[in-house]
């Protein structure tokens, strides 16, 4: 297991790395496969979506908040029950197929780490099978 | 494939199912893998997410419940056209690595199924690799 | 890995490809395994859900355009930022496991390319280990 460490700045952000993700599966010397990629945290999730126009991850961020709103009566009593809730609905898990080294993404596509409840030092678990 | 049998109780409820799939992670006999955990049902789910305060799940279903009211002129003519949606936007499957033959999950995160239709009796697939 | 190409007629619109999914696995020639199901777009998804009521995926559809709006202020310049949110609640892959060459889904479920800016020819990549 891979495990790599990323610091988020805001409270809710969406942070690209797919390139830290495509050197797990560099450095696994295997060519063909398939890349699991898990969050472990309750409070962030994982995306795959547009890297090209941040404008796409800033719009997935503003439907999130909402959706999701602070302050709706939630009973959770760290205050945070909207970062919950938005981690169910983004998910915690991905699997991208790699081959010849290169993990195979849509042209579009990049993997983001979906903080909710930041700023926060966050890892992000690779298994390469 | 290892097939749990999970009972449930309530209409809407996360019913926390780690420990049954703990177990059938060790009955492999594996050390080191993915365990792909699947549910069968079009109207129920599965999630991660923190199982230290039950208000947590309780502030997912809550959420979902606004999101996806009852009695909004659905068309699906069985009446549960909410339980199906909820279904999609929380997703049917999930993986999680094991090391040591133990689940690698975060210190704070359990897996849930989640019933948007019952009480009945669902089943969870597990399948480990 | 083995690539889908399948069209869609409508700006939003489900297609079930169930059938494509299996004869993909059909032709691997393994028996036993779990079948990865990738969608390399960032304006459409995946989604596991009932096939037998075709209500059922309409109302999906109408859900998620009653939550994510269009006309709604976002930045992203294409004027399909609902098309990409939408994409990442639903999510872009699926696992389903299968033996003696069969999918193992649930009685009821089909699996589903969900257009969210059609129409299209959209790709499906398939990956059976």
Redesign the interface.
């Known amino acids: 297991?891979n495990e790599l460490s990323v610091p988020t700045h805001r409270k809710t952000e969406f942070v690209e790395i797919t390139e830290l993700v495509q050197r797990a599966v560099a450095e696994s010397g295997l060519t063909d496969?398939?890349c699991?990629i898990?969050?472990?945290?309750?409070t962030a999730g994982l995306?795959?979506?547009?890297n090209a126009?941040p404008?796409?991850a800033?719009?997935?961020i503003?439907?999130l908040d909402s959706?999701?709103p602070q302050g709706r009566g939630?009973?959770?009593?760290?205050g945070n029950?909207p970062a919950?809730?938005k981690?169910?609905?983004?998910?915690?898990?991905?699997?991208?197929?790699f081959?010849q080294g290169r993990l195979?993404?849509?042209?579009?596509?990049g993997i983001f780490l979906c903080e909710f409840d930041g700023p926060r030092r966050r890892?992000v678990?690779i298994?390469i099978?």
Chains 1, 2, 3 share one sequence.
């Not at 995306?47 to 547009?50: G, M, Q, S």
């Not at 939630?74 to 760290?78: F, I, L, R």
């Open positions: 297991m496969g398939i699991f898990y969050c472990p945290h309750t995306t795959i979506n547009e126009d404008s796409v800033f719009d997935i503003t439907a959706l999701v939630w009973t959770h009593a760290e029950a919950h809730i981690a169910s609905l983004i998910g915690n898990s991905l699997q991208v197929a081959e195979r993404l849509g042209t579009w596509q890892s678990w298994k099978a």
